[in-house]
């Protein structure tokens, strides 16, 4: 958290980063959490969005100051434990106050590919929307398409940053949050994805880890509806989030790590559902041409004579549920019989 910004605060709730900007306005709060989900099948078609199984628990760097890494205290900030070649989603939530944010994996940009910078901007934009945006399952590879974030042990090669950049320096996720100017505040709801399911409870691990890409994934980045100048850039609250392998989860912090995440085909056999959002006002971005370039986890691994992906088979989702823009928490959806 960047004190100088008077009353900004980040704080962890129930394993959720809450921004908070009160000097701003009283409304402009916004909630983050880390969802476990399938990892979907990394091969030559492209999938709905699976169900969030769950958030990710969420620690204070700081807690563990005498076992993790300097750096990681130096970048302050939470941490998270995950498998090698799990995957995630970062779900958003802001019900009523519009934010830009900008979301990097190892400091390269989500949505553009780019270098990390603070500040925001609009050619090609290099941020996100919230709530107009309610999920980023990945990288933005084309438009109207993501690649899966799937983790990989940092210095194997496989992550964004290590293939753009031929350093295996950060791991992590990025996020740094900008109210919009409280002039133009006008009111705004936002949609819901969840599942709550039950999970099954599976080389010496690397403890640091990275996001690289993975299967494609049905996903709009949204165009921003505002002008860059709308954005608050006096005002702005980052978070660093750590990637611990979850192998060494318990010895870190004594505490159980996650079960282990559920195969496509377990997920296919649970009856787990599928989801498509729809917002038919909205245009989306047109994807980055650097993203589109890098190497996914089986493409890597194929090149390396490794197998990273353990059951990577090909599935046909069933049970694909359509979520509309403006669907809320207590709304319930029709559906259709």
């Known amino acids: 958290m960047d004190q100088s910004k008077g009353l900004t605060m980040i704080e962890l709730k129930r394993d959720s980063l809450v921004f908070r900007f009160p000097e701003v306005h009283k409304d402009a709060e916004m909630r983050v959490d880390f969802q476990r989900t399938l990892r979907i099948p990394d091969d030559a078609k492209d999938y709905p969005l699976p169900a969030g199984l769950g958030r990710f628990p969420l620690r204070h760097v700081d807690d563990f100051s ?23 989603w970062i779900n958003f939530t802001a019900n009523q106050y519009p934010f830009a944010v900008k979301v990097a994996a190892g400091k390269i940009n989500a949505v553009t590919g780019n270098s990390w910078t603070n500040d925001l901007h609009g ?26 974030f799937v ?16 350093e295996a320096e950060h791991g992590g996720l990025q996020i740094v949050v900008y109210p919009l100017k409280p002039e133009l505040y006008r009111p705004i709801m936002d949609g819901v994805r969840g599942f709550h399911a039950q999970l099954l409870c599976t080389a010496a691990p690397v403890f640091d880890m990275g996001l690289a890409p993975g299967g494609k994934m049905r996903q709009e980045i949204y165009d921003d509806t505002h002008e860059l ?9 980052r978070c660093f989030v750590h990637i611990c392998n979850s192998l060494i989860w ?9 079960t282990t995440p559920l195969t496509a085909r377990e997920y296919k056999n649970y009856g787990i559902p599928w989801f498509e959002y729809y917002d038919e006002d909205e245009k989306s971005v047109q994807g980055s041409k650097l993203l589109s370039k890098l190497k996914t986890v089986a493409q890597f691994g ?20 359509q979520l509309r823009k403006g669907l809320r928490k207590e709304q319930v959806r029709e559906g259709t019989f």
């Not at 318990?250 to 996650?258: G, H, I, K, M």
Request: hydrophobic share 30%.
């Open 66 to 88: 005498q076992r993790v890494p300097q750096k990681w205290i130096e970048h302050g900030g939470i941490m998270l434990p995950m498998y090698q070649s799990e995957a995630l």
């Open 123 to 148: 050619r090609p934009q290099d941020y996100l929307v919230v709530p107009q945006q309610p999920w980023l399952d990945g990288y933005c590879v084309e438009k109207g398409f993501i690649r899966q």
């Open 151 to 166: 983790a990989m042990p940092l210095g194997s090669g496989y992550s964004a940053e290590e293939q753009i950049t031929g």
């Open 229 to 237: 100048r709308d954005w608050d850039q006096g005002h702005s609250s």
């Open 250 to 258: 318990r010895a870190l912090t004594q505490e159980a790590p996650p």
């Open 302 to 321: 194929r090149e390396k004579g490794d197998v990273p992906l353990p059951e990577n088979e090909s599935i046909q989702p069933e049970k694909i549920v």
